[in-house]
C-alpha cells in the first residue's frame, strides 16, 4: 500500500502519554500527564445539561456564541487589562490548543522563523515543526530562568516573524515579569514581531509575582495574540474550550480558518460555561489557595528528599533537579529517574528532556505535576519520602 503522509513520520506518541501508560501498568500515582482531576464549577455543569436540554445542539458561529464572547470581553478587560475593544477581538476555538494551530496558520507561510524558549511546551513546538516553520529556542536556565536580551536579539533574522511565550511558564513555572515583558515588547517593535502568548495558567501564581499579559502593555495589542483557556482554570480539559483574543483583522482571519478546521467549538458546552462563569473573586482565591497549599507540599517534599527545587512562581508543575541524588543506583539520568519513581516508588512524573531540544539539557531534571485531589497528592509524596527519605 502506498505510505501515509510524510508528516506522519514525525508523529510519535508523546513522553506524557507513555508515561501515563506505565504509571497506570503499576497501579502508581501520576504526577505527569497536567490533567487536573478536581471537578468543574457545578455553576457551568449545570450550565451546559440545560443547554443539552433545551437542544442547544446546531453549529454555533464558528468565532463562538455572542453570550460567551461577552464573558471573555469582560474577563480579558478587567483581568488581562487587554484593550479588546468588541467581540471581533474574540475568537472561540477549542482549547487553546485549537487557537494555537490557527493563529500559527494565520501568522506563517513555511520558511518564516519563531523564536521559543527552552524549555518547551512540546506542543507549540510539534505544531510548529508540522507547519514547516523554522524554530530557533533560547534556552532558559534554572532557578531564574533569565532572559538575556542581547542574546534574544542576535537570534532575530529578516525571516524572524514571530515570538511565543508562555506565562506562567510549563514546565519552568517561571511567571515574566513586567520589565521582561517591556524589553520584549522593545524588540518586537524594532524588528516588526508578532507575539503568540500562551496563558493558560494566568490565575496560578504565587508569592509576589502576578499574572502581566503583553498584550496589556502600551503598543503591544496590535501585535500580539494571547491565547487562553478554560481548561486548567476551571479542570474542564476535556471540554475543549478557550480562546484568542487580538487585533480584529487577525482573529477575522483565525475565525475562517477554525470554520474550516472544525467549523465551531461545542455548542452546548459554550452555552453551560456562558450561563455558569463563575464571576466573584472567590472562585479565583480558592482556587490560588489550593494551589499555594499543593505546592508547598510538594515542594518541601521534594527538598526533603535532596531535590533541587526552583519553586515554581506559576502554574502547577514542579520542575526539580534531581542532580544531587546522581550517585544513588537509578538516578543517573532523567530517563532512569523516571522510571525508579514509577517502579520503585508508584509514583509518575516526566522526564527532563522531553522539554528541551537537545534532552542533555533536562537530564537531571523531573517535572511534578500538583494538580491532584490533596488525598491523592499526599499519597503521593508520603510514597517518594518512603522510598528516597
Ligand atoms: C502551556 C500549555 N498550553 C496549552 C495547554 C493545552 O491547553 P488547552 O486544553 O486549552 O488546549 C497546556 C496543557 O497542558 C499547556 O500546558
Redesign the pocket.
Known amino acids: 500500500m502506498k505510505p501515509l503522509s510524510s508528516i506522519t513520520e514525525a508523529l510519535i506518541q508523546s513522553d506524557i502519554r507513555s508515561i501515563t501508560a506505565r504509571v497506570k501498568a503499576v497501579d502508581g500515582i501520576n504526577l505527569g500527564q ?2 487536573c482531576d478536581m471537578p468543574a464549577p457545578d455553576s457551568i455543569k449545570e450550565g451546559a445539561k440545560k443547554a443539552i436540554d433545551n437542544d442547544k445542539s446546531i453549529y454555533a458561529p464558528f468565532g463562538g456564541i455572542d453570550s460567551l464572547k461577552q464573558r471573555i470581553i469582560d474577563k480579558v478587560q478587567s483581568f488581562n487589562n487587554i484593550p479588546v475593544r468588541s467581540p471581533d477581538n474574540i475568537l472561540v476555538t ?7 494551530v490557527t493563529a500559527t496558520f494565520g501568522l506563517f507561510d513555511p520558511g518564516d522563523e519563531v523564536i521559543l524558549f527552552e524549555p518547551l ?1 512540546g ?2 513546538s510539534k505544531i510548529l515543526e508540522l507547519r514547516n516553520i523554522k524554530q530557533e529556542t533560547m534556552l532558559l536556565n534554572p532557578p531564574e530562568w533569565d532572559i538575556n536580551f542581547d542574546k534574544l536579539e542576535s537570534l532575530i533574522t529578516a525571516k524572524t516573524k514571530a515570538i511565543v511565550i ?1 506565562t506562567p ?2 514546565p519552568s513555572g517561571k511567571v515574566w515579569s513586567r520589565q521582561e515583558l517591556q524589553q520584549l515588547g522593545k524588540l518586537m517593535t524594532k524588528h516588526d514581531l508578532y507575539a503568540i502568548t ?1 496563558e ?2 494566568e490565575y496560578m501564581t504565587y508569592d509576589d509575582h502576578s499574572h502581566i499579559s503583553l498584550a496589556s502593555l502600551d503598543n503591544m495589542f496590535e501585535r500580539t495574540i494571547t ?6 482554570t476551571f479542570n474542564m ?1 476535556g471540554w ?3 480562546y484568542a483574543a487580538g487585533p480584529e483583522h487577525i482573529i477575522e482571519q483565525m475565525g475562517l480558518l477554525s470554520d474550516l478546521f472544525y467549523i465551531c467549538a461545542p455548542t452546548p458546552l459554550q452555552h453551560g460555561l456562558a450561563d455558569g462563569y463563575p464571576t466573584g473573586d472567590d472562585y479565583y482565591e480558592e482556587l490560588l489557595q489550593d494551589y499555594s497549599r499543593k505546592r508547598n507540599l510538594i515542594c518541601k517534599t521534594l527538598e526533603k528528599v535532596g531535590f533541587d527545587v526552583p519553586w515554581p512562581e506559576g ?1 502547577y508543575y514542579v520542575f526539580a533537579s534531581f542532580e544531587p541524588l546522581r550517585d544513588r543506583p537509578g538516578f543517573s539520568d532523567d530517563q532512569e529517574a523516571c522510571s525508579t519513581l514509577i517502579e520503585e516508588a508508584g509514583v509518575g512524573s516526566v522526564t527532563g528532556g522531553s522539554f528541551f531540544t537537545n534532552p542533555d539539557d533536562g537530564k537531571y531534571l523531573l517535572r511534578f505535576c500538583f494538580a491532584k485531589k490533596e488525598h491523592e497528592l499526599e499519597e503521593a509524596c508520603r510514597r517518594i519520602v518512603d522510598y528516597l527519605g
Do not use: E
Open positions: 497536567g490533567i477549542s482549547g487553546s490548543t485549537g487557537a494555537f511546551y506542543y507549540h508562555t511558564n510549563n500562551d493558560v495558567y491565547l487562553s483557556s478554560f481548561s486548567k480539559t475543549r474550550l478557550g502554574a
